[in-house]
């Protein structure tokens, strides 16, 4: 299963130098965790590593297999930034009133 976003911003696609808008609700945002059972997941990392895997959807998907998108949770973000950190700690500030 793989936790899934519905984008609210307006997003573009670039090409050649230029870009052009495209429909937002054709496209998702993808959270962690994912889940897979161990088997496929140690089989799908036998694979080379190329340029379009970039997590383990990708990865299990290339190797042929279908992935199962489940709502996500947008309490749920990825810290990677400490603007990341700080809403973060606005979530946990949140849930101790």
């Known amino acids: 299963?793989?936790?899934?976003?519905?984008?609210?911003e307006s997003i573009r696609q670039i090409e050649n130098g230029s870009s052009h808008a495209v429909n937002r609700n054709e496209f998702k945002l993808i959270q962690t965790p994912q889940c897979f059972h161990a088997s496929?997941?140690?089989?799908?990392y036998q694979q080379a590593f190329h340029e379009r895997i970039t997590d383990d959807a990708s990865l299990?998907?290339?190797k042929g297999l279908a992935i199962h998108?489940?709502?996500?949770?947008?309490e749920n973000i990825k810290i990677t930034t400490p603007n990341d950190?700080?809403?973060?700690?606005?979530?946990?500030?949140d849930k101790s009133i």
């Open 40 to 44: 496929v997941l140690k089989e799908a």
């Open 60 to 62: 299990v998907e290339e």
């Open 85 to 93: 950190l700080r809403i973060a700690e606005l979530f946990i500030q």
């Open 69 to 74: 998108l489940v709502e996500g949770n947008e």
């Open 1 to 8: 299963m793989v936790p899934v976003l519905g984008i609210k």
